[in-house]
């Protein structure tokens, strides 16, 4: 039996449109971030820095959502 990985959607510049976790990487950087989307007052935001900020704001290339871990397996 072969165990299939999650298929993380490709990464594009379209902002997500629902609450998960999601790579994010930022115009000029070559690395991504790991960020989690909340729905706060109706809009959707990360934590960013100390306060949450609207995804709207972020220009960058997104991926996800992640999906979650089922954790390791045994084989």
């Known amino acids: 039996m072969i165990d ?3 298929v993380v959607p490709p990464e ?3 902002l997500p449109t ?3 976790v999601y790579w994010y990487r930022p115009v000029g950087l070559s690395s991504s971030l790991r960020l989690e989307m909340c ?3 109706g809009e959707l ?3 960013w820095a100390d306060r949450p900020i609207a995804i709207a704001m972020l ?3 997104w991926r ?3 999906p979650p871990s089922t954790g390791p397996t045994s084989g």
């Open 4 to 6: 299939e990985e999650p």
């Open 12 to 14: 594009t510049t379209t």
């Open 18 to 20: 629902h609450p998960g």
């Open 39 to 41: 729905l706060t007052e």
């Open 45 to 47: 935001t990360v934590w």
């Open 59 to 61: 220009t960058g290339h």
């Open 64 to 66: 996800g959502p992640i």
